[in-house]
């Protein structure tokens, strides 16, 4: 145990995948996952205030629905890290949240790791980096990342991780299309196109050699190039309304797009911020899209703002 605090402020990127391909299901029904995590510059922050009992409160620049009963990743870490460790003690929750709500972006799994590390600090746990990562991996794939940050290879189910060196300047424009996609019935989707295809998904999936090129290079045109998500097909048969948003993007210039994740948002690689903008403006003038964020990328992991 170290010295508890009264007050933590930890903050957690969302993400992208700048690769994702799916494997064969395993014995206990998880797709073989071989991914590139990439983190953004849009933050979920987590206050947690020691109190006598477990509550959470959430305020939000981005639409959409956060649970806020027993749901909530944020509440679930929470409860995970008092019974691991035996903890009675309470704490004010409170999340403000940047990350596009249910969009494929890794909001909710940025918020688990957020309050692991703010709450580990809050109650005096002390536990090392690795632990948390791995306590986080039982809340979900994405959580470990979300305390890693910048850019990692995820193996397994995701969170098996190993950072990537990266060089240069990562800008997106991320298109928010509205709608929602539940991860499981994407899944299911891709599985039922890759049957009707007659094709065996690999055992051990890999993630394109040339991106990791990219990625340390600086070269934005060849990551653009290599930028693959296995669940795309599905995502678009399950939302009509995304595969306009990447082929517009792409036409307006974009170096690369793709959905993120299982959706629904479109994170589309630019030039700069000016150049987002501009595609941005192409999508709305469309009508495709709620909304449009810019961000850069390889932000840093879950970190420390204030501990007193």
């Known amino acids: 145990m170290t010295r508890a605090q009264r007050r933590v402020v930890v903050r957690a990127p969302g993400k992208i995948n700048l690769s994702l391909a799916v494997g064969a299901v395993d014995d206990h029904g998880y797709h073989a996952l071989a991914t590139l995590f990439h983190a953004v510059d849009l933050f979920e922050t987590v206050t947690a205030t ?19 009963d027993g749901s909530n990743l944020a509440l679930r870490a929470a409860e995970l890290l008092r019974s691991e460790h035996g903890i009675d003690e309470g704490a004010a929750l409170h999340i403000h949240k940047q990350v ?35 306590l986080g991996s039982r809340l979900g794939a994405d959580v470990p990342f979300a305390m ?10 995701g969170a098996d991780l190993t950072s990537v060196l990266t060089r240069g300047r990562w800008h997106w424009l991320l298109a928010v299309p509205g709608g929602h996609l539940s991860t499981p019935e994407v899944y ?19 993630v394109d050699p040339q991106q990791l090129q990219a990625l340390g290079a600086g070269d934005p045109q060849l990551l653009g190039a ?6 795309q097909a599905a995502a678009f048969a399950l939302h009509p309304g995304l595969e306009p948003v990447v082929e517009s993007a792409e036409r307006r210039g974009a170096l690369g797009a793709l959905v993120s994740g299982s959706g629904p948002t479109v994170a589309a690689l630019v030039e700069d911020e000016e150049h987002g903008r501009e595609i941005a403006a192409g999508l709305a003038a469309d009508g495709l899209v709620d909304s449009c964020l810019l961000a850069q990328g390889s932000a840093p992991g879950a970190t420390v703002l204030e501990a007193r």
């Open 100 to 134: 596009p709500v249910a969009g494929g972006m890794g909001g909710g799994s940025a918020d688990a790791a957020a309050a692991l590390v703010a709450l580990d600090q809050l109650w005096g746990v002390g536990l090392s980096g690795e632990e948390l990562r791995r």
């Open 50 to 68: 020691r109190a006598d009992a477990l509550t959470l409160e959430v305020d939000s620049e981005v639409p959409g629905r956060i649970p806020l």
């Open 188 to 206: 299911r989707r891709h599985d039922e196109i890759i049957r009707s295809l007659g094709r065996e998904p690999a055992v051990v999936p890999e």
């Open 226 to 231: 290599t930028l693959r998500n296995d669940l």
């Open 148 to 157: 890693l940050g910048r850019t990692a290879l995820g193996r397994g189910t």
